[in-house]
C-alpha cells in the first residue's frame, strides 16, 4: 500500500501551524532529531539554530516546533530548511500518530489502556495474550512508560518502523500530560481518538502529576475525556474503583461494557479467576497475586474475551507471564527484596501492603523522593507511606539519589524539607542517605534473611538493581 501523499503546506495545515519556507513534498516518516533520515518530518518541542544544523546535515524534509529559537528560525531560512511553528506540540504528534496509523497498520485491531495505575502491566499483560495468540502485536510500553504521551512523535516512529505487519497494537495512553504548570488539555482524549481503538480499558484514578491536575475530580475528567467520541465496540472498566464504576454512565450505547472486579462476571475468588461463574484460571496458576496485579490482570483477560481468545490461550499466556522491570519484581529472596515503581499515593499504599503480606520477618522501606515533581507530590507521598506503614513491623529509610539522577530530577530542598517534615510530623522514625548506595548499603548489611526489602520511587529508584549488584559483589 502506497503511503498518503503529504507537503508541507498541507502539512502545517493539519497541524494548525505556520510554515516559514517553500512548499516540499515529504517522503520520510515522522521522527525524532537524534534517529531522522532523509526525507523525514522531525518534530521537537523545543529547537535551536544547532538543532535546525543537524536536521540540515540529515536531510529531513522539514521541522515541526512548538518553541523555536529566534536563530534557528534564522539558520532554516539561510539553509532553506522549512519549518512549521505551531501553538500545540500534541496536535503535530496526534497528526503524526494518525498518519502512521492509516499508513502502516489501518487494519490492525487496536486496544487502549489509560488511568493513573496499572497502565503498564496491563498493556504488558494483553500484549501477551495476543502474541500468545498468534497475533503479530505493536506495544508502546516499556519498563519506564516513557512513550504513552504526545509530547514527542515516538509511537508514530515505532509504528512506523515495526519489522512486520501489524495485526493488533495495544497502546498505553498517558491520562495526564505536560511539563512545569502546562498541562496538554484533554490529553487521554486527543490520543485516543487518534488511535480510534476498537476496544478501551480504565484501570483506575487517582492523584499524580500534581501541578498539572490538582484534585481527583480534575483527574476523572481528564481519564474519562478518553470516551468522548469513542466509535469502538467495547469498553472494560474496573468495577472496584467507584469513580471508572461511574464512566459507564458515558459510554456510548453503541458499544458494550464490561466490567471486571468484585461482584461482576469477572472477577477473582479464593480459587482464582472466574468469567460467568466459571473458573478458566487458578489462583496456582498466577505468578504474582498481589492486588494490583489482579486487577491488571482482570482487566487484560476482558479485552482477551472480548476479542473472543481461547481460554487455554489466555491460560497460558497469564501462567507464563513475565513481569515489567520494577513492576513487584523480586531482585533477591534472602533477603527478599521487591522492587517496585510505586510513585504516587494510591501505588505506594497498594505496594506496601503487598511486601507487608509477604514479609515474615521485618520489612524495609527504602522510598526514593521524586525529584523536580514539586511539593504537593512530595506531601502526599509521605503521607501515603506514613498511612501504609501503620501496624507493621518496618524499618524506613528515604534517599534523595544524589549521586544517580541527572538535573531534571534532582531532588529539590523545599521537596526534601516536605518530605522530611510529614514524617517527623506523623512521629515516624526513618533514616536519611543523600545517595542511594549508602540507603541501599545499610538496608541490605541491616537486615536478616528473613526480611523483606521493598524499594519504590520513579526516576531516582532506577539504577536500584544495578546499584545493589554492586553492593553484594564488594
Not at 232 to 251: A, C
Not at 405 to 421: C, H
Request: glycine residues 6%.
Amino acid at each position: 500500500m502506497g503511503k498518503t501523499e503529504l507537503n508541507t503546506l498541507d502539512l502545517a495545515n493539519h497541524v494548525n501551524g505556520v510554515l516559514i519556507g517553500d512548499n516540499i513534498h515529504i517522503t520520510g516518516i515522522f521522527n525524532i532529531l537524534k534517529d531522522s533520515k532523509k526525507g523525514d518530518v522531525v518534530i521537537r518541542h523545543r529547537i535551536d539554530e544547532i538543532g535546525v544544523e543537524i536536521a540540515f546535515e540529515k536531510s529531513v524534509s522539514c521541522i515541526i516546533t512548538q518553541n523555536p529559537t529566534e536563530n534557528a528560525i534564522k539558520t532554516a531560512e539561510l539553509l532553506g530548511l522549512p519549518v512549521i511553528i505551531c501553538d500545540k506540540i500534541e496536535l503535530a504528534n496526534a497528526f503524526a500518530l494518525k498518519w502512521s496509523v492509516e499508513n502502516y497498520s489501518n487494519n490492525a485491531k487496536r486496544i487502549v489502556v489509560t488511568g493513573t495505575n496499572g497502565k503498564s502491566t496491563t498493556t504488558h499483560m494483553i500484549y501477551t495474550i495476543l502474541f500468545e495468540a498468534g497475533y503479530t502485536t505493536y506495544t508502546n510500553t516499556d519498563s519506564k512508560s516513557e512513550f504513552n504521551t504526545l509530547i514527542d512523535p515516538m509511537v508514530a516512529k515505532q509504528i512506523a518502523e515495526f519489522p512486520y505487519r501489524i495485526d493488533a497494537m495495544v497502546v498505553e495512553v498517558s491520562e495526564v500530560q505536560g511539563w512545569m504548570d502546562r498541562i496538554m488539555k484533554n490529553h487521554a482524549q486527543l490520543m485516543t481518538s487518534t488511535l480510534n481503538p476498537e476496544i478501551l480499558v480504565f484501570t483506575n484514578v487517582s492523584l499524580d502529576h500534581i501541578g498539572l491536575v490538582n484534585s481527583i475530580e480534575e483527574s476523572f475528567n481528564e481519564i474519562s475525556g478518553a470516551l468522548k467520541g469513542f466509535k469502538g465496540k467495547n469498553v472494560i472498566l474496573n468495577h472496584d474503583d467507584p469513580l471508572i464504576r461511574s464512566m459507564s454512565d458515558l459510554v456510548p450505547s453503541s458499544a458494550e461494557v464490561v466490567f471486571y472486579g468484585s461482584g461482576t462476571e469477572l472477577e477473582f475468588l479464593d480459587d482464582g479467576i472466574f468469567h460467568e461463574g466459571r473458573l478458566i484460571m487458578s489462583k496456582d496458576d498466577l505468578p504474582f497475586i498481589s492486588p494490583h496485579f489482579i486487577q491488571n490482570t482482570l482487566a487484560a483477560v476482558g479485552v482477551a474475551m472480548a476479542l473472543k481468545i481461547d481460554p487455554v490461550i489466555i491460560k497460558k499466556a497469564v501462567s507464563s507471564y513475565k513481569a515489567l522491570n520494577r513492576r513487584f519484581s523480586v531482585l533477591y529472596e534472602s533477603p527478599l527484596i521487591i522492587d517496585d515503581f510505586a510513585h504516587n499515593p494510591d501505588g505506594i499504599r497498594v505496594t506496601i501492603k503487598s511486601a507487608a503480606e509477604l514479609a515474615s520477618g521485618d520489612l524495609y522501606l527504602v522510598s526514593a523522593i521524586r525529584g523536580s515533581r514539586g511539593v504537593p507530590i512530595n506531601q502526599v507521598n509521605a503521607e501515603a507511606i506514613v498511612e501504609g506503614l501503620k501496624g507493621i513491623n518496618h524499618h524506613l529509610v528515604i534517599t534523595s539519589s544524589v549521586e544517580m539522577v541527572d538535573q531534571a530530577n534532582l531532588v529539590q530542598p523545599s521537596e526534601k524539607r516536605v518530605f522530611i517534615e510529614t514524617l517527623d510530623k506523623n512521629d515516624l522514625n526513618y533514616i536519611f542517605y543523600e545517595e542511594l548506595f549508602d540507603a541501599l548499603k545499610y538496608v541490605v548489611e541491616s537486615s536478616k534473611n528473613d526480611d523483606t526489602i521493598l524499594l519504590i520511587g520513579a526516576q531516582g529508584m532506577d539504577p536500584a538493581k544495578e546499584v545493589l549488584k554492586k553492593i553484594k559483589e564488594c
